[in-house]
């Protein structure tokens, strides 16, 4: 058993396909509703409020995967998706992504700045620079953006949306209808930003929002990542494998954001767990074999070459032990590249064949996965946070809502009782969930 611990631990679901196993579309534990069905968002949604989650996050892909006809790979635009979520739900906070590399700043700001009034103050924006080549061609472009471009063109991306969501002070709109008075003079401004990528004049055509602005959300974990996050981010959805290289992690980004001048208590690091939860750990293993043997190996070898940039595995054996050689560089990768690296040192740990590796990456594409009983998880859970390699979790069950309902009925008590998790939601924002202060305007 781990040593006591007052500070409370963050949860989020990520909601993705019918749970978060390349399989678990094709499970008979998997539910039945279409992906498209926005009842299956909203039963979801309130699941997780139930069970008193921090929030839920959606992903997103701004092309469509080469694999579709063999796995669900789509799914609603999220930004559209939280609107319809809004109302089926009153705490829980929503947190949807949206892309630096193919947004404009004026639209996304006016977006989840509506979202946050229309919410109450619920909205987090997890911050993405789309690394797809699919991705470019929907937008006009013939390849893929340098790392360094996508993350320099974030940067100044970061820099205008913050600038329009201050350019209303918080008192700004009087809305004194006897005088005649809506707004008060001088506390709306513009920002007359120019740019490398970017004019914009502003200010933003609406108030400011509950939050003041959005949660901030990011999950690049490459040195260019981390340093974005330690600038920006509030919470960084990260991929970790292991408790150590995650401990690693957790201090490096702490540190960072103390360089940055930044309270390190304000930017949570939330790494993913995709568990299978059953009432033994026989019965958890074997379902965790039965998505195994549901995987479909030229998926998983696609998936791979994506995140490789296109790289071609399929010269290799699939059941020879894969050598670090056999894999590109991580530094030569354009794509996701932090992603890449947690593949190549999985590769060196584990003497994995390439057949196991997709196995292995089918589970949760790089996320920490596990099999066990709800006590097991809970301990978990709790061994990483106060051994300092997480503040919480980004919940991503292997099958949905299956996984989900185990977790909410028996893991979540079992968490509370330790002291660990919240018995009632105390705020009424996102950022009251997460602990966060609501930002000044500069």
Known sequence: MTRPMQRQIHLNLFIQSRGHHEASWRHPAASPRSLTDIEYFRDLARRAEAGLFDSIFLADSLALMDTVTHTAATWLEPITTLGALTGSTSRIGLIATASTTYTEPFNLARQFGSLDHISGGRVGWNIVTSWLAASARNYGGSGLMSHEERYDRGEEFMSVVKALWDSWSDDAVVDDRASGQYARPGHIRPIDHAGKY???????????????????????SSDTGRRFAARHAEAVFTAQMEKKTAQAFYADLKGLAAAEGRCPEHVLILPGLSPVIAATETEARRLARELTDLTDTNV?????SSRFGGHDFSHLPLDKPLAPGDLPDPGTVEAARSRTEVIVGLVKRENFTLRQLLAYMAGARGHFTTAGTPEQIADLIEEWVSDGAADGFNLMPAILPGVLDVFVDEVVPLLQKRGLFRTAYEGATLRDHFGLPRPARV
């Open 300 to 304: 998983g070898l696609k998936r791979l």
């Open 198 to 220: 970017y004019r914009v004049a502003g200010p933003l055509n609406m108030p400011r929002g509950p939050q003041g602005r959005p949660v901030f959300v990011q999950a690049g």
